[in-house]
């Protein structure tokens, strides 16, 4: 596994941001499996020789089988502050999906109503509100294509459980490797083809803006993508 250090995106002294891997845990889980979060705290601890727990805040997560920008507050402060700025749409979120069908236009805006089911770890996208259903928006634009995929690069503008998969699964467009939203197969290393790419935002406490890029991972597929992608 790559070292933590070598996946640092930004750091100051109040938040570290780190490329997540798939299958890495964002936080802990009822899997009791060892996190990303544990990592950094180990990271930190050796690099600053601090002595006994090392705080860490967590402001936001990001699936586990999602690759991408994970924030994290080195300080209390900057949690809370962090936090708010996530809660209320101040950062902007951008990801890039690799899909197994191109949306019928090159560009657009996704709206649909999420119901989320806890049971079973899912959420469901209608065009129609449901009891209990929240507003979900995305915006999107098609980067490119491949013999049998292509890479959309998507907005949110909402922050729903599940929301990009469940609303490109609602237009009948899978995510490649997300076998739980209809993907025919599953990605060698278990994950799904979606990279949570940039971040905007405001910092919380030195008030500058921040940007925040994240490069996806190494394999044939998204080095391809990235050859035709001019930001």
Not at 167 to 194: E, M, V
Request: net charge positive; glycine share 8%.
């Amino acid at each position: 596994m790559t070292e933590i250090a070598d996946r640092i995106l930004y750091e100051d002294n109040h938040l570290i941001a780190i490329n997540k891997l798939a299958g890495e845990l964002v936080q802990g889980d009822e899997s009791g499996d060892r996190t990303l979060a544990d990592d950094v705290k180990d990271y930190l601890k050796k690099k600053y020789n601090k002595p006994g727990n090392v705080y860490l805040g967590i402001p936001h997560r990001l699936d586990r089988p999602t690759t991408g920008i994970v924030i994290y507050a080195k300080t209390d402060k900057a949690l809370s502050r962090m936090t708010a700025l996530f809660r209320t749409s101040d950062v902007k979120k951008t990801y890039w999906a690799i899909v197994d069908k191109c949306p019928e236009r090159a560009e657009g805006e996704l709206i649909h109503y999420i119901t989320r089911d806890a049971k079973n770890n899912k959420s469901f996208a209608s065009s129609k509100e449901r009891p209990g259903s929240k507003l979900a928006r995305l915006s999107y634009r098609v980067l490119g294509s491949s013999d049998h995929y292509h890479l959309i690069e998507i907005d949110l503008h909402t922050g729903r459980h599940h929301q990009i998969r469940a609303q490109l699964a609602a237009l009948g467009i899978h995510i490649k490797g997300d076998l739980k939203y209809g993907a025919a197969r599953s990605n060698p290393d278990g994950g799904i083809s979606l990279h949570a790419r940039r971040v905007s935002f405001i910092h919380p406490v030195k008030k500058e803006a921040v940007t925040i890029i994240a490069p996806p991972p190494g394999d044939t597929l998204w080095a391809y993508f990235l050859g035709q992608v001019s930001e």
